[in-house]
């Protein structure tokens, strides 16, 4: 039988160079999208997608991460003294299950792929997931929940998002090489970390989120630097290709860089357009800006 996809890894143990001095001394994973931290919309695609278990690995400056996972009695019984009830049982939703949430420091940010060895230990023998939380997904249903379906339909296996970008974007990204293509899963034959237009496979690009067997661990283990001196996942799911099936999603949804300023701003107009709670007054202020242009 298949096993089950249980445990999420959400690696935030990064740097956050693009968006300084805001992440100076605060993570980037905190930065709010209307008014919901970035972590917190990669937990909630997570628990909608049926993960019961979540691994932060984390890195200096990144407790607050952990206080927004945690109760807040102090704010609690203000909420609760002044009636706000909603409010109360909105920040109590969002918590996961006491007990199921676990923090490892990465101790150097070494890479992504370094960061996801870091969570060995805690993910054992079983599939995984992997969630960028700065690769932030508008979708009908989460993308994770997506990729299950997938997963299932095809008896296992790696899934990786999987996303067209403009062929001149290529070396932004790890690359595909496609194999079987129905339109919506691509078999991937090979993956390529950040080439250069002229020697890009396609312009399917990965994005944050995966779905991996534990194999990854013992290739990570022995994974030589790579791009930007770091320890990349790419380098590591390209060796992981000559042993077990993986293939690549296109998701429906749309998904935005919140790394990158610009990408953070447009998640910001997006999500904010497309909510009950502000579309209307903000959508006025776009259009009253966009007159003006
Ligand atoms: P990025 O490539 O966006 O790097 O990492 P970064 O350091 O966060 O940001 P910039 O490029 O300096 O602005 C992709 C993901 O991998 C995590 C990051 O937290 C982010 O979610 N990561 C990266 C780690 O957890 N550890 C690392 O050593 C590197």
């Not at 990144?62 to 102090?74: P, Q, T």
């Amino acid at each position: 039988m298949l096993k089950k996809v249980r445990k999420a890894v959400f690696p935030v143990g990064g740097l956050g160079t693009r968006f300084l001095p805001a992440t100076k001394a605060m993570p980037k994973e905190m930065l709010p999208v209307v008014d919901r931290p970035l972590i917190q919309y990669a937990v909630d695609e997570a628990r909608e997608a049926g993960i019961e278990e979540f691994i932060f690995v984390t890195g200096r400056g990144k407790v607050i991460i952990e206080d927004h996972f945690d109760r807040s009695y102090e704010l609690e019984s203000v909420l609760q003294e002044r009636g706000k009830n909603d409010v109360l049982d909105a920040l109590q939703d969002s918590l996961p299950n006491t007990g199921s949430v676990a923090y490892i420091r990465q101790q150097e940010p070494q890479g992504l792929g370094h960061a996801v060895w870091c969570a060995k230990r805690y993910v054992g023998d079983e599939p995984f997931a992997v969630i960028l939380a700065d690769d932030l997904i508008l979708s009908d249903k989460a993308c994770l929940a997506q990729m299950m379906e997938t997963r299932d339909e095809l008896g296992g296996g790696n899934i990786l998002a999987a996303m067209e970008v403009p062929h001149e974007h290529t070396s932004r990204y790890g690359i595909i090489k496609p194999g079987f293509d129905d339109d919506k899963k691509v078999e991937v034959t090979h993956l390529v970390e950040k080439p250069n237009p002229s020697e890009a496979p396609s312009n399917l690009a990965v994005i944050g989120r995966y779905i991996l067997e534990p194999a990854v661990f013992g290739i990570l283990e022995n994974q030589a630097r790579g791009a930007g001196n770091e320890i990349q996942l790419t380098d590591a799911l390209s060796d992981m290709l000559k042993s077990s099936p993986f293939y690549g999603l296109r998701f429906e949804g749309t998904r935005f860089d919140c790394g990158d300023k610009i990408g953070f701003l447009h998640a910001n107009v997006a999500f904010a357009l497309k909510r009950d709670d502000t579309a209307r007054d903000f959508g006025d202020i776009i259009r009253s800006i966009a007159a003006d242009l």
